[in-house]
């Protein structure tokens, strides 16, 4: 999924005129949507038409922007509300340097296209903002990445269109905000664990997937992590406390095998196998 909605939860196919994408997935499952759509608003601007849907899941917030071409063809991106706001400010200095452009001079056009560009950064995604011209008019290009790689979506808006489209974007922000929700108090400082010669670093983060752990292992040129989500920090530590629970017994039960002088069991007897079941926790009698 991606960071701020899933792209396929609670999308509603008598919306968007269509049960499938082009790519073939299905967005009419039946399953229970995860996110609350809060506002819709939609535009119709030339031949595309474009939505902007407010909608909240247990990360908080976002906006969700639709565009659906004249032959049914759909496309979107997700905006935290905070970056919804950084892009509205966007669409007023586009369409001001838009507004300052002479009529399209087909020998005076970059190479690229590109008029005006602008990138936007939120957490682990990146927003380019590109203003081109081509054979069939001046459009701005709104392209969605993810850092750690994943694919890249865009919308393309008709210039003609910003005002429109800004306008739009300041009503839903003016009724619901810029707060993207989430967890606003301080989170816990990092610890250090040094065993032998190897250093374990907890770390306490916060992105808009919520809140982690990363817990990370160091040793000369070696270095992990593992990433633990807080849902599930208490069942991490129960688990790890069940281990230290039943080390602790077995360390117990060798050393008094110890002080006993015995021996201890042969290899390959019924004692040794219960006493390996004990570490499995197959032997429920005895754990």
């Not at 396929?8 to 049960?19: A, C, L, P, V, W």
């Not at 063809?73 to 997700?78: A, G, K, T, V």
């Not at 682990?124 to 709104?142: C, I, Q, T």
Request: hydrophobic share 30%; with cysteine; proline share 4%.
């Amino acid at each position: 999924m991606s960071d701020i909605g899933s792209g396929d939860e609670g999308i509603s196919s008598q919306k968007y005129g269509q049960g499938m994408d082009t790519g073939g997935n299905n967005f009419d499952s039946g399953q229970q949507p995860q996110e609350q759509e809060l506002a819709s608003k939609m535009l119709q601007i030339q031949s595309k038409r474009f939505y902007l849907d407010v909608k909240q899941n247990r990360r908080g917030r976002f906006i969700k922007v639709a565009e659906i071409g004249a032959d049914g063809r759909r496309s979107q991106i997700f905006l935290a509300m905070s970056t919804a706001a950084e892009f509205r400010d966007y669409l007023s200095s586009f369409s001001d340097f838009y507004s300052s452009l002479g009529p399209p001079n087909p020998d005076n056009v970059p190479d690229d296209g590109k008029l005006k560009s602008e990138m936007m950064l939120k957490d682990n995604r990146r927003y380019y903002l590109d203003l081109k011209e081509n054979s069939r008019g001046r459009f701005l290009r709104v392209s969605q990445t993810i850092t750690r790689g994943g694919p890249r979506s865009q919308v393309a808006l008709p210039a003609q269109g910003m005002i429109e489209f800004r306008d739009a974007l300041t009503d839903l922000l003016d009724d619901f905000g810029t707060d993207d929700g989430g967890f606003k108090g301080e989170l816990p400082e990092g610890r250090h664990l040094r065993v032998d010669n190897k250093n374990f670093y907890f770390d306490i983060g916060q992105n808009n997937r919520g809140i982690y752990m990363k817990i990370s292992e160091v040793k000369s040129n070696f270095r992990t992590a593992v990433t633990v989500p807080e849902k599930c920090w208490t069942r991490f530590r129960d688990i790890l406390a069940d281990y230290c629970d039943k080390m602790g017994r077995a360390h117990a039960a060798a050393s008094d095998a110890m002080q006993g002088g015995g021996p201890g069991p042969r290899a390959g007897s019924a004692q040794a196998t219960r006493d390996i079941d004990t570490f499995t926790g197959s032997a429920p009698n005895r754990i």
